[in-house]
Nanobody
């Protein structure tokens, strides 16, 4: 069993920055990819950043140039640096950890990000 805990959310004004953290712990496991998703009320969950085991990253156009994902493999931790935040970035942010053994993916409970205009 793997536990995934997100932290770093909060309230910020438009144009501000936040840094989210995602820490995975528990039974011996090997991480493939880690990713950040968000879900706003009434909307579907969407991927905002992912990083592979080799460090390759992927972002949708909506956050490209503003969000940066990174990971510390020694700490089994991923980070999401968010800059130039916009009110439309307001959502619950969830971390996904993809591992090499069943059930292959774990999710955290989420952390709320609210951007005021």
């Amino acid at each position: 069993q793997v536990q995934v805990v997100e932290s770093g959310g909060g309230l910020v004004q438009a144009g501000g920055s936040l840094r989210l953290s995602c820490a995975a712990s528990g039974s011996p496991f090997s991480i493939n990819a880690m990713g950040w998703y968000r879900q706003a009320p009434g909307k579907e969950r969407e991927m905002v950043a992912s990083i592979s085991s080799s460090g390759s990253t992927n972002y949708p156009d909506s956050v490209k140039g503003r969000f940066t994902i990174s990971r510390d493999n020694d700490k089994n931790t991923a980070y999401l640096q968010m800059s130039n935040l916009k009110p439309e970035d307001t959502a619950a942010y969830y971390c996904s950890v993809v591992v090499t053994t069943w059930p292959y993916e774990y999710w955290g409970q989420g952390t709320q990000v609210t951007v005021s205009s």
